[in-house]
């Protein structure tokens, strides 16, 4: 959408106004905001810059300019892209209205009038680099007619350019093998000759490494077959062979667990050869990671030796854990990822650094007896971006809103293990844990994450939609009629229906767990204080998403141990009542952060005086959000039954979800359309369940 309901841009005014000294505009017109710059290979840190300008306010006529070519030269140096092509690129930005050409670098007052620009945007890493900076927004800046942007990390024209100098050889590798000439690439003959040459050894190196590989392959596959013929027994006792099968074994070990030897990754550092020909006496399996088991008897020994190493590679105090010492036991419940606790059973191996002087508390923190070792479920990157994620939980951990991180891994993470446990499904409704939450979630929404303040929620419902479309079954699979069920071609025209009102619900944005389920509430039963984990599809949302999605899990119950291994109890999503208590809880909460000090749960505070006007609109906003839950979950479970190893009935999940969206869709619809001048009563058309 390229617009916000009229209260978030008036609350959006508001913020401006009082951290970027703008005028606040007069209400009820359209605003024209300019942007400017030389946009060369135009990227989506761009894309992100202007989509923030154009939802400024309730609507808004972006104007951008592209600076003229001479000025921005002496500045910026040489461009890739002529200046009409940066120009033509830009009229195909959906959020660009006017594109206008050879504009000043400094901008006047004379060009603001001409142009009768309301607000100039520039790009910033930070507010107070926004307003300290002298550069060519100083003038607009006296006006009170400058709002900075957010710029996107780990984007820009020159980590572009970086990139193709690092690997310049292959790109002019490539260009050579696709006809242009060394002259066209202004390459001097001997570097032309040089790079062939090179391509051709390498080439040579790969042939030479691959057939070896696949000699060493053949050859294991010779002895496994032979084994399998004959009982291991008897061939341990033929002494000759004893070597042989020893170093097969752990050549079949290193090539399964992908250990290599290499200064990063010392295969079993600490493994006495007696560990690893015990490891190495087990059967193979097709699967190292075992999902059913329960406790560490079950688990494949090797995949316990893959577990210890990623341990030992990001704590350094375990250097001397061996696997004697090391016990993992599986943790259940997770619905996206696979959660294992690693703890080391004799204490007295863990280095502390000499003359460490630091509380006992933070000693435990640092070098822990156990932790929470998170692999990432199969298929679960369709859902979000590891790197954000992990600048997240990174950030959540230095605010001590969160658990520890110890360290990251190719297919994993490594956390603080909580001496807490989930919320019950009965403890979902306790009124004493409600407040708890409601003032938590007050704290979390007013932590400004280092990204564009943009919410993607409405894009990342389109995007799982095409995703769960795409997700088939052969018709001798049980969940290929499980799928044709849910009528994928139905959601999608709710999913139309469902955006259009919500783009004209009000709701601040937020930072957003996004997932406020039981399992990610951890409760510390000692001193009654909760803790919010899994911030894996957190972000900047829409508020009301958090408080709709909260209230509908209170209605799943997932503590069955068979199939669908959960059930819909709807009585319990929260009446009129509740919710109020609710809000003015989360209300109670939002006015002591405001006021400079922290909310203390061991002494929370009575639930805040809020206007019925003000529930009645929070009620408003959480129920419309309530349904994009059951649409927002619905189609991940589509995609997750595709992809996922946990078991987990996930399309019994998805049809759950779709049945309560139909059962609350036209009593919510009804909530918003009479209040709301401007809902959208085209969604009423050929209306069906």
């Not at 958090?546 to 503590?559: I, T």
């Amino acid at each position: 959408s390229n617009s916000n309901s009229n209260s978030n841009s008036n609350s959006n005014s508001a913020r401006l106004n009082s951290h970027f000294k703008t005028i606040v505009p007069e209400p009820g017109r359209q605003v024209k905001v300019y942007c400017d710059g030389t946009w060369d290979l135009f990227h989506y840190g761009h894309a992100r810059a202007l989509q923030q300008a154009k939802q400024l306010f309730a609507s808004v006529f972006l104007i951008v300019g592209v600076c003229d070519d001479e000025t921005a030269r002496k500045i910026k140096g040489k461009f890739v892209m002529t200046h009409s092509e940066r120009a033509e690129m830009l009229r195909h930005c959906k959020w660009v209205d006017l594109v206008i050409e050879n504009t000043p670098w400094v901008l006047t007052p004379e060009f603001l009038e001409k142009h009768e620009i309301d607000y100039v945007c520039g790009g910033y890493d930070s507010i107070e680099e926004a307003n300290n900076t002298n550069d060519a927004y100083n003038q607009v800046r006296i006006l009170k007619k400058f709002i900075p942007v957010k710029k996107s990390r780990g984007i820009s024209t020159t980590t572009i350019i970086t990139r193709i100098l690092r690997d310049y050889n292959e790109y002019v590798l490539r260009n050579l093998q696709r006809g242009h000439s060394r002259k066209d690439l202004n390459v001097p003959y001997y570097r032309e000759q040089r790079i062939k040459m090179n391509a051709k050894l390498q080439k040579m190196k790969d042939k030479v490494t691959e057939a070896g590989k696949i000699k060493v392959q053949k050859e294991l596959f010779k002895i496994r077959n032979w084994l399998e013929e004959h009982k291991i027994e008897e061939f341990l006792k033929l002494k000759f062979n004893e070597k042989l099968f020893a170093s097969w074994r752990r050549l079949t070990m290193v090539k399964e667990l992908g250990i290599f030897r290499s200064k990063t990754n010392k295969l079993a550092r600490s493994e006495s050869s007696e560990e690893i020909a015990q490891i190495a006496q087990y059967p193979m399996k097709e699967s190292v990671l075992l999902i059913e088991a329960q406790d560490q008897k079950q688990l494949d020994p090797r995949f316990r030796l893959k577990c210890l190493q990623v341990c030992k590679d990001n704590i350094p105090s375990w250097r001397k854990i061996t696997l004697k010492q090391f016990h993992i036991g599986t943790i259940r419940g997770g619905l996206t990822n696979q959660l294992f606790k690693c703890t080391v059973t004799d204490l007295s191996l863990i280095e502390y650094p000499e003359n460490e002087i630091i509380s006992e508390d933070l000693k435990n923190k640092i070098h822990p007896k156990c932790i929470l070792l998170r692999y990432y479920g199969a298929g679960s990157d369709a859902f979000f971006e590891r790197e954000k994620e992990q600048v997240i939980c990174n950030f959540f951990s230095e605010k001590g809103f969160g658990p520890r991180i110890y360290g990251n891994f190719d297919s994993g993470r490594i956390e603080e293990f909580f001496t807490a446990r989930n919320l019950t499904h009965d403890q979902m409704m306790d009124p004493s844990i409600a407040r708890l939450v409601a003032l938590q979630l007050a704290t979390m929404h007013c932590f400004e994450i280092p990204f564009p303040k943009v919410p993607s929620m409405f894009d990342t419902l389109q995007d799982w939609l095409a995703n769960a479309k795409g997700v088939s079954f052969s018709e001798e699979d049980p969940k290929y009629g499980k799928l044709k069920e849910l009528k994928i071609d139905l959601i999608e025209k709710e999913v139309t229906k469902l955006i259009a009102v919500l783009e004209v619900t009000p709701s601040p944005i937020t930072f957003c767990h996004n997932d406020l389920q039981e399992g990610n509430i951890m409760i510390d039963e000692n001193n009654h204080m909760i803790r919010f984990i899994d911030y894996e599809y957190g972000g900047y949302n829409y508020r009301g998403f958090d408080f709709g999605n909260h209230f509908c899990e209170r209605a799943f119950n997932y503590h069955f141990d068979s199939p669908p291994f959960m059930a819909i109890e709807s009585e319990r999503y929260p009446d009129k009542k509740t919710q109020f208590e609710f809000f003015r809880n989360y209300i109670a909460g939002l006015k002591i952060i405001e006021s400079g000090q922290t909310v203390q749960q061991d002494n929370p505070p009575e639930a805040a005086d809020v206007s019925e006007e003000e529930l009645e609109s929070m009620y408003r906003e959480a129920n419309a959000f309530a349904l994009a839950s059951h649409l927002f979950w619905g189609l991940w479970g589509i995609i997750q039954s595709a992809s996922s190893e946990i078991d987990f009935a996930y399309l019994d999940f998805s049809q759950l979800r779709f049945q309560e969206y139909f059962r609350q869709r036209d009593e919510f619809f009804k909530l918003i359309e009479d209040t709301i001048p401007n809902f959208p009563k085209q969604i009423y058309e050929n209306n069906s369940n």
